[in-house]
């Protein structure tokens, strides 16, 4: 599953310097926003995979595979449109994989944005 993620980029230098150019000094704020979003919808998709709620999966994935897609987060935008397939589908089992690597995504997706406030 790592592999056939390599076309995606964490972040898409193309869309966060878009970003950047636009957004200008409200920027900061829209990547503080990003790394607040992704604990909470992360925590959301934790919690309907536990319940058992594709319903829930499907819907909380989906905001976060929006909010990652708009912000350049290619990656786990990515990973958040396939746990949302899942979601749709009603078919939890044999999730766990995916869910794992999109902690981690999001983890150094997190980490990535930061680095951009940090300079």
Not at 3 to 20: G, K, R, T
Not at 54 to 76: D, F, I, N, P
């Amino acid at each position: 599953m790592r592999e056939d993620l390599s076309a995606f980029p964490l972040m898409d230098p193309a869309i966060v310097a878009d970003l950047q150019e636009v957004m200008a000094d409200q920027f900061p704020g829209l990547v503080a926003m990003l790394i607040h979003e992704i604990t909470v919808q992360l925590t959301g998709i934790q919690t309907a995979v536990a319940q058992g709620d594709a319903g829930q999966l499907y819907r909380t994935a989906h905001r976060l595979k929006s909010g990652a897609g708009s912000m350049g987060a290619a990656q786990l935008a990515e990973l958040a449109r396939r746990l949302e397939t899942q979601g749709h589908s009603g078919n939890l089992a044999d999730i766990a994989p995916l869910l794992e690597l999109s902690r981690l995504s999001a983890g150094q997706t997190q980490r990535a944005f930061q680095a951009l406030l940090d300079t």
